[in-house]
Nanobody, 118 residues
Framework: HVQLVESGGGLVQAGDSLTLSCAASGRTFSGYTMGWFRQAPGKEREFVAAITWLGGITYYADSVKGRLTCSRYDDKTTVYLQMNSLKPKDTAVYYC???????????WGQGTQVTVSS
């Protein structure tokens, strides 16, 4: 079955960098879009970034443009979220997700906690 497993979260200080990974398995993800979302305590889950397996086209939320970079390996099994100049407001559980075409995201990982101290 499909599995998305995030890793790389942790506790860092403001200004630090962190790279999250999402290992995808259980099917061929060519043609899928892989997304990153986050949910802070007491807030709704929000879109952060996404990348298409084909072509590596990226999309970013305005709040993270210039600080976060989404990438993937050509083996189409791992997606990354490089986060630079982290701020306390970036503190959240970060989730990896996958969708086909214009459909809603249908596969989700369990999330990884990122905590940024001031």
């Amino acid at each position: 079955h499909v599995q998305l497993v995030e890793s790389g979260g942790g506790l860092v200080q403001a200004g630090d960098s962190l790279t999250l990974s999402c290992a995808a398995s259980g099917r061929t993800f060519s043609g899928y879009t892989m997304g990153w979302f986050r949910q802070a305590p007491g807030k709704e889950r929000e879109f952060v970034a996404a990348i298409t397996w084909l072509g590596g086209i990226t999309y970013y939320a305005d709040s993270v443009k210039g600080r976060l970079t989404c990438s993937r390996y050509d083996d189409k099994t791992t997606v990354y979220l490089q986060m630079n100049s982290l701020k306390p407001k970036d503190t959240a559980v970060y989730y990896c997700a996958a969708k086909w075409g214009a459909r809603s995201y249908e596969y989700w990982g369990q999330g990884t906690q990122v905590t940024v101290s001031s």
